[in-house]
């Protein structure tokens, strides 16, 4: 039933991307491109299969995550073809892994639970790899040093991490929950014992100290968010969202004043016109980008995105603007606020408390990611880099939120398994 | 914890909404500031990925035109002429705007105009453009005359038909060759401008009728109309003084003549040789108010109305500035002190007298046709001023024939051809002396075909031959040329 739900939705999400692709290569070449059939195959060959994997492997899971997250996919690829031939051809090698990934995910991961027997592995590895960057000749980046290069293919391990790091919390916090509620008094606050809170505390500082360390300012405001959220949903206490919302106020107040990095974000999202030549180019050409693409923006092919820098990555969603305008732009914005709907609902729906956690966790990330960015991009909140999940060039992100979502599907398999509407 | 997730769904509610609402804001609410924002190169970059017009001459050559490019803007502007036509083209640059006939005539070119875009709107399923092609009033030939008569001096020269206002040729020497700005590179293209504009005679502004000068004698012409007009100068009076030099009222300074030269006499003599004595005293003689009537009546102080952006006014002091200030007026009679005239004015001054007193509106448009071949705009000749009489405009014309066949424009002579015209010498520097040396003429006198003004910058020596013997041969190649060319209005 949910199943085809999903197909019918899949093949909505594939006519979308072949139609776009069309269009785009109408738009810049004026024809037909050659390849719309082996394109049109090779989309369709691996949809169809990421469906018939949850066919098999779960297939009481919710029906929107996944042609969600392919319409996302194929609208970002459409994008980056449209703008970097020579890239294309990686994205589209990425976008198998990634679902090759998912379905993958799908495969291993039978028990939810399961995953956090290894929670303290997850940690450690997610904080090695986090280390991985600032390791000479291995880590490299312009701004921010955050990307991890090996022969030819460069990653970006904070991607991955952030999943490793919110299986880590879901687990630990599922098992102490109750402990961390409760605690000594100490003023207004009650703080838990020591030894609850210390593992939680070094995760969160260790993971944010090394993103800053990294300059990666969007990843660490992620990672934060990600903490607070987890720490608040699983102790239902709000003292530590105030504690947190107040630490993160100090320690904004202190990376202002400390570091001309974060000074620079504030002063051009501010008034990026003063430095036009400058560091406020990006967002006052991403503004002439997004604006000049009105409500229905300029057809694809038929803008100039490709003034704006990074539009490929952190910045496409300029690109989408200008050339599908508002009507574009919402939709995608529509998209992630629906897949955030369907991941709080899966949260919602599962009794087991580690799964609970865990799916609001991933919800967090994919939802508070795509905000930050798209606030950023918009100058709606000071710009901070993370890639725009599903649509962003880059193949860490990409697998990574494959990866995310069938988590998300996994987990609501194992809920529609135990309410019995469907069989194992 | 589920209370909590609902929660947390509320709030991510409210981040995406508040996208939204920004994501409205700048797409819908800021588009037009956005996209006007000087910043912003975007309507720059559409006109350059279209497809546009081209501009010729009234002889067929090409002088504009875009041909396939190999980057990313698929067409390339190009000026086959180079040089030649720069300061009536102008150049459609990516960086600095356009100038000339591609900026006055953008819409037409690019296919903006509502007549254009209605037929493309008609032809929504067929793909093109309707780009309009631009046909000057310039002839390429008389243009290349006007070139290497001026040679490498430093001036201008403008031929205009008196019948019609069409230009027939503007050239201004130095020029520059409008690709260089519209190279398509950065890097190329400003250094050329920074080049350009760094060069003390400014090339790429237009001498003809972007930048303006001291007339000199050729003013007399102005002067000589303000005394017909106000009916105190006529063929036979006055008799003006034969003096070497004038002193005007409230000053002890007096005026002389160009090398001491001893003159006088009634109009038609005084402007055969040039007479600064005698038209000083006629400028005061007639007074300020009809001087400034009759200069204003020539255009002066108003914007001239060619379709070429950017003139300059020429100018004539104001009514105020004569207050109690004889000598000024005296000295604006022979086209010193505050009076500045750029070189397309002292032509159009020409081509009243040959049209009977009438000044049409100047242009270089000749037609524009869409691309079906349709006719879409063709000026027709309109009255821009009236200064004077008929009569007026025999008598001075009448007066220009005497200095070309016994006076200080005998070199302007062509066998067979009647030439008026009239000198000019305006002295810029008395150490060491040096002038700007003028011609302003029309021919053939008995029905004119076309009014020339010449003007050689920054020559040695202040003698009135200056403008006969240097500017002179010019008008006289150039009005050769013109007559050499079919006529543009062969029925009359």
Request: net charge positive.
């Amino acid at each position: 039933m949910r199943r085809n739900t999903e197909l019918g939705l899949m093949v909505m999400a594939v006519a979308v991307t072949a139609s776009a692709y069309t269009l785009g290569a109408l738009g810049t070449t004026a024809t037909i491109p050659a390849n719309i059939g082996p394109f049109l195959g090779a989309v369709i060959g691996l949809f169809l299969l990421a469906h018939l994997a949850c066919r098999r492997y779960a297939k009481g899971a919710d029906g929107v995550l996944l042609p969600l997250a392919a319409l996302l996919n194929g609208i970002g690829y459409v994008f980056i073809a449209r703008l970097d031939k020579k890239v294309a051809g990686l994205q589209a090698t990425w976008t198998f892994i990634g679902v090759g990934a998912f379905i993958a995910t799908l495969v291993l991961v039978r028990r939810t639970r399961d995953l956090s027997r290894w929670k303290w592995t997850f940690a450690l590895v997610g904080l090695l790899i986090l280390l991985l960057p600032l390791i000479p000749g291995l880590g490299y980046g312009v701004d921010a040093r955050l990307w991890v290069r090996v022969g030819g293919l460069t990653f970006q391990p904070g991607e991955v991490a952030k999943l490793l790091l919110a299986i880590f919390l879901a687990a630990y916090l599922s098992e102490r929950r109750e402990l961390l509620a409760v605690g000594r008094k100490f003023g207004p606050f009650e703080i838990p014992e020591g030894r609850d809170l210390f593992p939680l505390l070094f995760a969160w500082g260790a993971s944010l100290i090394i993103m800053i360390g990294q300059k990666d300012l969007g990843s660490s405001l992620l990672f934060f968010a990600l903490f607070l959220v987890m720490v608040w949903v699983a102790t239902e206490r709000a003292s530590f969202l105030a504690i947190g919302l107040a630490l993160f106020a100090a320690g904004a107040y202190f990376a202002y004043h400390q570091f001309q990095h974060v000074r620079t974000r504030v002063t051009i999202w501010l008034d990026p016109w003063k430095y036009y030549n400058g560091k406020g180019y990006q967002l006052v050409e991403s503004s002439f980008s997004m604006a000049w693409g009105g409500l229905t923006g300029t057809g694809i092919g038929r803008g100039h995105p490709d003034r704006v820098p990074a539009v490929k990555t952190d910045f496409i969603l300029s690109a989408i603007g200008e050339e599908l305008g508002l009507i574009g732009t919402a939709a995608i914005v529509i998209a992630y606020l629906l897949m955030v709907g369907a991941g709080l609902r899966i949260a919602l729906r599962t009794e087991d408390p580690f799964s609970k956690l865990l799916a609001t966790g991933l919800t967090t990330i994919l939802g508070i990611q795509a905000f930050i960015i798209i606030g950023g991009v918009t100058r709606l909140v000071p710009l901070t880099g993370v890639t725009l999940p599903f649509v962003s060039y880059g193949g860490s992100s990409l697998i990574a939120n494959y990866v995310l979502v069938a988590l998300l599907l996994r987990i609501s398999h194992e809920t529609a398994v135990r309410a019995g509407e469907v069989e194992r | 914890m589920n209370k909590k997730i609902r929660r947390l769904g509320l709030f991510m509610l409210l981040c995406y909404s508040a996208l939204f609402v920004r994501l409205n804001w700048l797409q819908i609410n800021e588009k037009s500031a956005y996209d006007d924002n000087p910043l912003n190169r975007r309507e720059v970059l559409r006109d350059f990925a279209k497809p546009r017009g081209t501009i010729e001459s009234v002889d067929g050559v090409v002088l504009a035109q875009s041909i396939p490019s190999t980057d990313k803007y698929e067409l390339q502007r190009v000026y086959p002429k180079a040089d030649l036509f720069a300061h009536v083209t102008g150049s459609f640059s990516l960086y600095f705007g356009s100038a000339g006939v591609e900026q006055e005539y953008n819409d037409i070119l690019a296919g903006q105009t509502t007549k254009q875009s209605l037929k493309s709107f008609s032809d929504l399923f067929v793909d093109r453009t309707n780009v309009g092609d631009v046909t000057l009033t310039l002839d390429s030939v008389v243009q290349q005359v006007a070139k290497d008569a001026l040679g490498t001096r430093d001036g201008s020269v403008v031929a205009l038909d008196p019948r019609t206002g069409g230009i027939y040729a503007m050239w201004s020497h130095p020029s520059y060759d409008p690709n260089l700005l519209a190279n398509h590179d950065f890097a190329t293209a400003s250094a050329a401008r920074t080049f350009l504009n760094n060069i003390p005679s400014k090339p790429l502004l237009a001498a003809s009728y972007q930048e303006r000068y001291f007339p000199g004698s050729t003013f007399k012409l102005v002067t000589a109309t303000a005394g017909l007009e106000s009916g105190k100068v006529t063929v036979t009076q006055p008799v003006y003084p034969t003096e070497t030099q004038y002193t005007p009222p409230l000053t002890t300074r007096p005026i002389g003549n160009f090398d001491g030269e001893r003159c006088g006499g009634t109009l038609p003599e005084i402007l055969r040789v040039s007479c600064n004595t005698a038209f000083a005293r006629m400028a005061v003689d007639v007074g300020p108010v009809q001087m400034v009537k009759t200069a204003e009546g020539f255009g002066f102080n108003q914007r001239v109305p060619i379709d070429l952006p950017s003139p300059a006014r020429s100018v004539y002091p104001p009514l105020a500035a004569f207050d109690r200030n004889t000598p000024k007026l005296a000295q604006t009679g022979f086209g010193q002190n505050d009076v500045q005239a750029t070189p397309l004015q002292m032509g159009l001054v020409a081509a009243t007298v040959a049209n009977n007193g009438v000044m049409l509106v100047p242009h270089v448009l000749f037609e524009a046709r869409d691309s079906d071949g349709e006719l879409l705009e063709k000026p027709v000749p309109r009255v821009w001023q009236t200064p004077m009489t008929p009569a007026t405009a025999a008598i001075l014309r009448d007066a220009m024939i005497g200095v070309v066949q016994g006076g200080t424009g005998t070199k302007a002579q062509i066998p067979g051809v009647t030439v008026a015209g009239k000198t000019g010498t305006a002295q810029t520097d008395t150490n060491p002396p040096s002038s700007h040396a003028w011609f302003v003429a029309f021919a053939p006198a008995e029905n004119p075909r076309v009014a020339v003004a010449v003007l050689v910058k920054g020559v040695p020596g202040v003698s009135e031959v200056t403008g006969g013997q240097l500017a002179a041969p010019i008008a006289k190649a150039v009005i050769q040329a013109v007559l050499s060319r079919p006529d543009p209005l062969p029925n009359r």
